[in-house]
């Protein structure tokens, strides 16, 4: 039953990498919705394929939320990793604090023994505050790190649960319903082919800088997020490897 289970898995993985044309899909057993367990082992497969291609001295643009935050955890200090240089992948403040890039990007270091640079952004600017702010100093030497990016590793969270927790306005919420968002990465919401069709007010790795990243790893899992991967995986660099757990991958397949 074991290798049954094994070559299902494999098939599931290959089936998928295969239909989103991605460079690989890599499947964890159980449902992040109902085991928490389950992101742990999210957590434990991304760092081994993590600290498997990554090369000292290069620089890793990290999101938050909890299954980002479960990978630093699996990762061991090494000698070959001390050079390494971890950044929020976009400026961000206001959501539980364990749980923001910044602090994400300092538990990797920490756990590498590696470096790391905090990148602090209010997020409740105004419009016009908000383009003011990005011809700030600081501001325009971050999205110019962006640009020498090796490595992004990034969560996908459910549109609406995403909007509900970073207690957006009635209106966003209701512009997202209508708009069909389903899946969110790095502060933008995108619909079911792939559009982004909002963007949180905030600075950040862009899509086009995305696609110059060599590596790309993209962790999720849940039933409840199945829509959403799927979303973000309609626009997703070519070199995303996507890590999801076993039910989210067979809901995906039914999705599809
Ligand atoms: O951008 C995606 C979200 O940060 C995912 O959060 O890993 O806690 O579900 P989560």
Same mark, same amino acid.
């Given at each position: 039953p074991t290798m049954e289970k094994w @070559?299902? &898995?494999?098939s599931l993985e290959r089936r998928l990498q295969e239909y989103l044309?991605?460079?690989?899909? !890599?499947?964890?057993?159980?449902d992040c919705d109902r085991d928490p367990v389950t992101k742990n082992l999210l957590g434990l497969k991304t760092a081994e394929a993590f600290v498997s291609t990554i090369e000292n001295g290069q620089i890793i643009a990290v999101t938050g939320g909890s299954t980002i935050a479960s990978i630093p955890?699996?990762?061991? !200090?090494?000698?070959?990793?001390?050079? /390494?240089? =971890?950044?929020?992948? &976009?400026?961000?403040?206001g959501e539980d604090i364990g749980l923001q890039a910044n602090v994400i990007a300092a538990s990797f270091a920490e756990a590498c023994g590696g470096k790391y &640079? @905090? =990148?602090y952004y209010p997020e409740s600017l105004s419009e016009e505050t908000h383009k003011a702010f990005q011809n700030e100093p600081s501001v325009r030497k971050m999205i110019q790190l962006y640009e020498q990016v090796d490595c992004v590793i990034h969560g996908i969270g459910e549109a609406q649960t995403m909007a509900n927790l970073r207690e957006s306005s009635t209106e966003e919420k209701e512009m997202l319903q209508k708009t069909e968002a389903k899946g969110e990465a790095f502060g933008y919401y995108f619909d079911r082919t792939g559009k982004a069709v909002h963007r949180i007010r905030t600075v950040g790795i862009q899509i086009d800088? /995305?696609? &110059?990243? *060599? /590596?790309?790893?993209?962790?999720?899992?849940?039933?409840? !997020?199945?829509?959403?991967?799927?979303?973000?995986?309609? @626009?997703? *660099?070519?070199? @995303?490897v996507l890590i999801t757990d076993e039910a989210a991958a067979q809901e995906m397949l039914k999705q599809i």
């Open positions: @070559t299902g &898995r494999s044309g991605i460079s690989a899909v !890599k499947i964890v057993a159980g955890n699996y990762i061991e !200090k090494a000698n070959d990793l001390q050079e /390494l240089l =971890f950044i929020a992948a &976009r400026g961000g403040v &640079r @905090t =990148f800088q /995305l696609e &110059r990243v *060599p /590596l790309i790893y993209a962790v999720a899992g849940g039933i409840s !997020k199945a829509a959403a991967i799927l979303a973000y995986m309609s @626009t997703a *660099p070519k070199q @995303t």
